[in-house]
């Protein structure tokens, strides 16, 4: 183990401390809530700005245009711009719609953003959350958001919102197994479900290169179905834009539509963080097990610009898979899932329980 | 077995192509010579448009300010709007005959579509698309153009007699 990287542990414990020292027990877990709750909104807005300007001009670049570049130097304010258009328009109420749920679908959507992205390790020591059951935390916290866009479609009162709402039900239900399976290839080489550990168990070198090709294909089934899970790339039939008229966030409109608009960003990032962490080490940088002098090399990147740099990777590949690909059918959709995905899924992890067995992996 | 195999040969052939795509996209990604984006309000100076393009519709007057339009009236019955006002006027010409002679050839630039099917059907080619597309203008007035010069004159074809 590495032992030049910084461990956040210390920087949070003194924290606690000082917290402890100055108010009693209840208000510092009272105050510690209201600081990261802070911090992760903050995180949260910016990403979400970030994503959009970088999606635009990634677009912008594969379709040899050049997207935002009139509002601040190189468009980096267009972001701004339309943040501020949203807020400033009108919440419209559609006749007859069911109003609890129609306002509170945006906001379980952005809770399950929240709470899966509390559980992230950004560094060493740096999350919010460290359960020892970590990966299926996640797995079930994200299942909310699909709870989300169903009561949007319901809730609209409209037949577009409702048909783009059930069919993306469907998706989401179905590429949920695919994604639990890809995971719990990498949670049978660790042995834990504790993200913390499995970035750990990665200094020798992370799981994509440990463990070869069942890890490869894991990872490839994890991205494909991830992007499926978020509704995004290939598989947005549920948002359609130009079928199904917005699909199931139609209805929507101003700050509501950016809380949708937001989470499918945030998703994205987290979606290509997981993978991240799960199987390129997280902030773990690049270790060949056994190189002790390329191995401190790697150690001067501070881990948090490996987390980002990693993330960012991937975030470019679901990228170019929605502005390559065309929009696949809704039958394609659930044929990939079932009858390739599925299959292939289940094969690998009896490879890899195979090869875990036989202690056959680096 | 045919089905089995089948179902990895779709299954190879689909990744394959779904790479070969991506290979071309993340081209383009990496190379911005290919940007065909015209920066447009800076780069004036050296814009050229295809000389297909339709701007206004004029009437080319060439050195000795001579045109070519007859005002047949062909162009006025062929615009899809009413774009088009054609004010002849009768003339004797050097054998004493009476013709007729275009007067003015209004062109409406508020209500042209720019179909072009004036500028198609004229019988003497008499209409033409330029390249100027920056048309606005300030006063509604300006949009109502006499196509036909002050002072211009029908050319005259040498005919084989």
């Known amino acids: 183990m590495s032992f030049n990287i910084y461990d956040f542990t210390s920087f949070t414990q003194s924290i606690h401390d000082g917290l402890s020292s100055v108010m009693a027990p209840g208000w510092v877990t009272f105050t510690e809530l209201v600081i990261v709750g802070i911090v992760f909104l903050a995180f949260y807005a910016l990403t979400g700005l970030a994503l959009v300007y970088i999606e635009r001009k990634v677009c912008a670049f594969i379709q040899n245009r050049v997207g935002p570049n009139r509002v601040g130097p190189y468009g980096l304010f267009q972001t701004v711009a339309d943040a501020t258009k949203l807020l400033l328009k009108e919440l419209l109420m559609v006749h007859k719609a069911d109003k609890f749920l129609f306002n509170l679908a945006p906001y379980i959507v952005i809770v399950a953003s929240f709470m899966a992205l509390g559980a992230l390790p950004f560094a060493k020591g740096l999350h919010a959350i460290d359960l020892n059951i970590g990966v299926l935390y996640i797995l079930a916290v994200t299942s909310l958001s699909v709870l989300g866009i169903l009561i949007a479609g319901w809730s609209s009162n409209s037949k577009y919102s409702l048909i783009g709402a059930m069919r993306s039900g469907a998706q989401v239900v179905s590429y949920e197994l695919s994604v639990g399976m890809a995971l719990l290839t990498v949670v049978l080489f660790t042995g834990s479900m504790q993200l913390s550990v499995i970035v750990e168990s ?48 139609t209805e929507y409109s101003g700050m509501k539509f950016a809380f949708f608009f937001l989470a499918e960003y945030v998703n994205m990032f987290f979606v290509a963080g997981l993978a991240a962490t799960v199987f390129l080490g997280g902030w773990m940088p690049l270790h060949i097990g056994g190189f002790e002098a390329f191995n401190r090399v790697m150690d001067f990147i501070p881990p948090i610009i490996w987390f980002f740099g ?35 899924n289940l094969f690998n992890i009896l490879i890899v329980a195979l090869i875990v067995m036989m202690g056959w992996h680096f | 077995m045919n089905g089995f195999t089948k179902y990895f040969s779709d299954l190879f052939k689909g990744v394959s192509s779904l790479l070969k795509g991506m290979r071309l996209t993340s081209g383009y990604f990496l190379s911005p010579g290919e940007i065909v984006t015209e920066q447009y309000p800076e780069n004036r100076a050296t814009l050229k448009l295809p000389k ?47 013709i007729r002679v275009i007067d003015k050839h209004i062109y409406h630039l508020s209500m042209c579509t720019f179909c072009g099917l004036c500028v198609k059907d004229c019988p003497s080619n008499a209409l033409a698309f330029s390249n100027n597309f920056e048309l606005a203008v300030f006063d509604r007035n300006k949009l109502t153009k006499v196509l036909n010069r002050p002072g211009s004159s029908l050319k005259k074809e040498n005919k084989a007699s």
């Open chain 2, 52 to 98: 297909r393009a339709k701007g206004e519709v004029i009437m080319p007057h060439d050195d000795e300010n001579h045109h070519r339009c007859t005002g047949c009236g062909i162009c006025e019955n062929s615009c899809p709007n009413g774009s088009i006002q054609v004010i002849t006027r009768k003339e004797v010409n050097e054998e004493g005959k009476a």
């Open chain 1, 310 to 344: 990693k993330t960012f990777a991937l975030i470019y590949i679901i990228m170019l898979f929605k502005w390559t690909f065309p929009r696949i059918r809704i039958d394609q959709l659930l044929t990939l899932e079932w009858k390739y995905l599925l299959p292939i």
């Open chain 1, 202 to 249: 990665q200094v020798d070198g992370w799981w994509i290169f440990k463990g070869h090709i069942p890890a490869f294909i894991a990872l490839i089934i994890y991205i494909v179905a991830s992007t499926a899970e978020i509704n995004r790339g290939p598989f947005d039939i549920a948002e359609a834009e130009s079928e199904l008229a917005a699909g199931f966030h």
